[in-house]
Structure formats: structure tokens, C-alpha cells
């Protein structure tokens, strides 16, 4: 089993429509979550932290629920610019730091 | 600020070439990462340095060697390269090591072993 594991999707959504991804982790000792964007042939780049109370930013919702091991990220009155693949990370230290990335979940939103 | 940079965008090698892919950034951070990105895999850590002076293996080291030049800079090398090597490679910064800090990609560089 993978350590951190994301449906590859593509999710095609219409402008306007809420779409939601999960991000499921194995190592229960797993520390710090952040979820990343990252557009076609750029650099990933930060999109927000998840907190364990979970936190929102705008049209985005990210959660946290420690017991299922998993991260969730919500987006809100999708807009056409919200295309992009949406990476998970997750950090954890099991006798050193260590980061792992989601292979991602692609997101289309049509007009 | 132009944040993290990369140098070369593209590179094409043969089998058995060398090259040597160049990063730098201008925020100050002390760690900095080298990744490789595959498609349908999630970016996995080559090597990473936590702050000036060190440098340690991450999860793919085999093939390459870093150098932690000084605090802006961190280069990545292939000595012989194989066609597994085929990648997109980013490099990463941070403000310090550890859990909880946001990493800044540069652009990548997109190498393509025959």
C-alpha cells in the first residue's frame, strides 16, 4: 500500500459546481498536511496547510480526520482558472523528518 | 525576488553522459531539496540538504551525487546517465527543515536520457 494515496481522477466539473478530493495516508504518525497545486508542465506550488480543525481559504475547505487517516480538500463554485492537478502532502517523523507527495488528483472545469 | 531558479530548462543526453542541473534561490532559506517527478507517481525526494554543510540521501539517490555550494545554491548530478533517469527534476526550498514548512519549487528541469 502506498503512503499516501490520491484518486488520479480526471474530475470534469462544470464552472460553478462544488467538487471535493480525498488524500488517504497509512502512517498514523503523520504530523503535517498541505495541499499543493500544480499546473500543467509548472512547479507545484502551496495552496493552503489543513489544519486538524480544518481551515478555509475563500472557495477552499480542507479537512483533516486523523481516526479514517485522511485529508480532504473542498473547492467551491469551481471557476475555469481552478484546472490544475491538486497535490496532497503529508509529513510525518518516525525517527527523521520525513515528506511524501500524492501522485495527485487532476481537475478539469468546463465552461 | 525570483524565488527558486533552475538551470537548464530541457536537456537531451545519451546513455552514459554526465551533467550537472544548477538551483538557487534568493529567500535565504537553509534546506533545499532535489526532486524527481514520473508520471503517475508523486514527486520523490533524491536528496536534500537542511541547512549549508550537509547533505543526505532521500528515497531515489542511487545515480546521482548533490553539493550544497553555499547557502543560495544546490546542485544535482548524474555521472553516467541511464534512460530510467528520464525525468522532470524540481528543486525546493525551505525556510529550515522539519515539519510544517512550506517548500518553493523552481520551474524544472526536463531531462530526457536516450
Known amino acids: 500500500r502506498k503512503e499516501v494515496e490520491q484518486d488520479p481522477g480526471p474530475f470534469n466539473v462544470p464552472e460553478g459546481a462544488t467538487v471535493a478530493f480525498n488524500c488517504t495516508y497509512s502512517n498514523s504518525a503523520s504530523q503535517s498536511f498541505f495541499w499543493y497545486r500544480q499546473d500543467c508542465r509548472k512547479e507545484p506550488k502551496l495552496l493552503m496547510s489543513?489544519?486538524?480543525s480544518g481551515n478555509e481559504d475563500g472557495r477552499f475547505t480542507a479537512q483533516l480526520n486523523r481516526a479514517s487517516q485522511y485529508i480532504s480538500l473542498l473547492i467551491r463554485d469551481s471557476k475555469l482558472s481552478d484546472s490544475a492537478t491538486y497535490l496532497c502532502v503529508v509529513n510525518f517523523n518516525t525517527g527523521g523528518f520525513k515528506t511524501i507527495f500524492g501522485a495527485g488528483t487532476r481537475l478539469f472545469v468546463k465552461a | 525576488n525570483a524565488g527558486v531558479t533552475q538551470t537548464p530548462k530541457f536537456q537531451v543526453l545519451k546513455t552514459g553522459q554526465s551533467m550537472t542541473l544548477q538551483c538557487a534561490q534568493d529567500?535565504?532559506?537553509?534546506?533545499m531539496y532535489w526532486y524527481r517527478q514520473d508520471p503517475g507517481m508523486g514527486l520523490r525526494l533524491i536528496y536534500y540538504?537542511?541547512?549549508?554543510?550537509t547533505t543526505d540521501k532521500g528515497e531515489v539517490p542511487n545515480g546521482y551525487n548533490v553539493s550544497r555550494l553555499n547557502k543560495r545554491e544546490f546542485s544535482l548530478r548524474l555521472e553516467s546517465a541511464a534512460p530510467s533517469q528520464t525525468s522532470v527534476y524540481f528543486c525546493?526550498?525551505?525556510?529550515?527543515w522539519g515539519l510544517g514548512y512550506e517548500q518553493y519549487f523552481g520551474p524544472g528541469t526536463r531531462l530526457t536520457v536516450t
Open positions: 540538504s537542511a541547512s549549508e554543510g
Open positions: 489543513v489544519y486538524s
Open positions: 525546493a526550498s525551505s525556510e529550515d
Open positions: 529567500m535565504n532559506h537553509n534546506s
